[in-house]
């Protein structure tokens, strides 16, 4: 599978185009190029509704912000989470003075099943699902799940942009689905976020929310908040990301292709359509094999550390799945300017040094 030639992250000329024309018309901020980058985003995802935010921790936030108010949660209702991910989406729970539950994880780091429904209680209002490097294993099955059970199903799709479930791109099943384009996902805008409502009433609330709370005239506050709105400059970098998107996610799969070569008995399964945001491997004494790899000039990273490492949740339990996979995944590069030898030389560093730890063990 031989990999082309990739040029830069960034279109240079395209973006600077775009971006152009927002100087040229004097708008930098709302405008029409955050417009058509919503519209554009709606056309590729199938949602009916999409919001540009200025981060997906903003979009997160104001989700959950909405579900409260038009569901008339309190301080005692909670939202079933995974302790298995970035602070940003546990936090924008409890930054809405909602209760977090944490449920376990399966082999495929995303939320298992038969632990979410195990949490459920009479105070559950929500799950939470984050689909993990890109993949969506278990989230239809989550679904049906919150749909049984009358809770609402937030989709965290931060790493998802271009993933799909049964033939459709994540998101539809979701009451709330956000997509995050910060510098290292797979649509980068600098930094922004896209927030999609199933509701048209929903839809328009965020839409206040991210703006203090205005109404559509701006004649009145109705809920008190912040401004989270984008700028046309991230919007204009946005829409030439996403007009490259399917080709860089296929770009990406072909790194991951390669990987499995001599990795595949080490490595975290996506069984469908993925951004392929992320490539994780699970390794007995990661920290170990991490370190050797550094010493060969090879960079990995660690996604994620435990959210019970941090405040508020520093008295939590880690569920058991979780404490075992969090100490064991390791990150391989897998970006767009990765040769075919590139990818070669760090697979078989890997396992030669997972055979070299294990023979000293």
Known sequence: MKLELYKPKY???ECLSEIKECLREGCVGVGEKTTQFEYLWKEYANLPHALFLNSGSSS????????????DWSYRSEIISTPFTWIAPNYAISQNNLKVTFADIDESLNLDPESVKKKINQHTKAIL????GGNPKNLDKIANIAKKNGLKLILDGSHMAGSHLNKVHVGREADASIFSFNPTNN?????????????EEMHELVKELSFFGFNEDRTNITHPGFKYSPNSLNAALGIIGLKYLDH???????IAQLYEKTLGSYSIKHNCISSRHLYQIVVEDRDTVQEKLEELGIQTGIHYERSTKYPPYTAFSTPPNTSYYIDRVLSLSL?????EGDVVTVADSVKKIIKCTCECH
């Open 129 to 132: 699902f984050v689909g993990v």
């Open 248 to 254: 860089d996610n296929e770009q990406r799969e072909k």
């Open 335 to 339: 970006h767009l300017q990765l040769t």
């Open 60 to 71: 997160l936030f104001l989700a959950i912000k909405a579900l409260k108010i038009k569901n």
């Open 11 to 13: 279109r240079t000329e």
């Open 187 to 199: 649509i980068p805008t600098a930094d922004g976020g896209m927030l999609c409502m199933k509701s």
